[in-house]
């Protein structure tokens, strides 16, 4: 095999090996996120991590294969694209390390938040059975909270609905107030107001010709059917 095709091979697998690990990491990721996630790790979640780490030793592996290969061609001149492929090589997989890190971090995080809640609820639940007199008391006081709760909201709607009522106040008032300066200063103009009942006289006398016609239609519909 020629070292050409050696460096190939070898990046093509190192590119496939970086692919799986990325879909790896979102299989693994998911296990933060389990409603109700095991104190302990599960099957599933030993070997998806083993196979994580597995692939990030195989790259280990072939980024040291392909630095000898690029050594060994050093006497017929280092390509310098190779070396910033190896470097980039090199980059993603400590890239990878991290956040293998930081998801086993989330993930035990989480773990110890559900373990926690799981004992609180456990004395919780302890202390109830040992004190029922105590329980009792704790339930009277969630549901006086709930009615409590109940009679903040019926005010706070209140509260909103005379709010309105007064901006309809406030609206009907100003409206009252325009209309009696419209009337005033029709008042002071001369004519206006004889100009305003011809023209309120106008489209009454229209609207009764056109009741009168729409009348007239119907009743030739009538006669015809």
């Given at each position: 095999m ?11 697998q190192?590119r ?9 990491f979102?299989t693994?990721?998911q296990?933060?996120?389990?409603p109700?996630i ?7 979640e030993r070997?998806?991590?083993?196979k994580i ?8 592996t072939?980024i040291?294969h ?14 310098g694209?190779k070396?910033n492929?190896l470097?980039?090589h090199r980059?993603?997989?400590?890239e990878?390390r ?6 086993k ?7 110890n938040?559900?373990?926690?809640l799981?004992?609180?609820r456990?004395?919780i639940?302890a202390y109830?059975?040992?004190n029922?007199e105590a329980a009792?008391?704790?339930y009277?006081?969630?549901?006086r909270?709930?009615?409590d709760n ?5 005010d706070?709607i ?16 100003m409206?009252?107030?325009i209309n009696r300066r419209i ?8 004519g ?8 309120s ?19 030739l ?5």
């Amino acid at each position: 095999m020629t070292s050409t095709g050696g460096w190939a091979q070898l990046r093509g697998q190192a590119r496939s090996l970086e692919t799986q690990t990325e879909t790896l990491f979102h299989t693994y990721s998911q296990f933060a996120a389990v409603p109700n996630i095991p104190a302990k790790p599960s099957e599933d979640e030993r070997v998806a991590e083993a196979k994580i780490q597995d692939i990030l030793e195989k790259r280990e592996t072939l980024i040291a294969h392909l630095t000898r290969l690029l050594d060994s061609e050093a006497t017929l001149g280092q390509s310098g694209l190779k070396q910033n492929n190896l470097s980039r090589h090199r980059e993603i997989l400590q890239e990878h390390r991290q956040e293998l890190k930081r998801l086993k971090s989330q993930i035990q995080d989480a773990r110890n938040r559900a373990n926690l809640l799981s004992n609180v609820r456990s004395d919780i639940d302890a202390y109830h059975s040992n004190n029922p007199e105590a329980a009792e008391s704790d339930y009277m006081l969630g549901e006086r909270g709930h009615i409590d709760n109940s009679n903040n909201m019926a005010d706070n709607i209140l509260i909103q609905a005379y709010a309105v009522n007064d901006n309809f106040v406030q609206q009907r008032e100003m409206l009252s107030s325009i209309n009696r300066r419209i009337t005033g200063a029709a008042a002071q103009v001369p004519g206006l107001n004889s100009l305003i009942g011809r023209i309120s006289a106008k489209k009454r006398r229209d609207g009764i010709i056109m009741g009168s016609f729409i009348a007239f239609c119907f009743l030739l519909f009538l006669y015809f059917m």
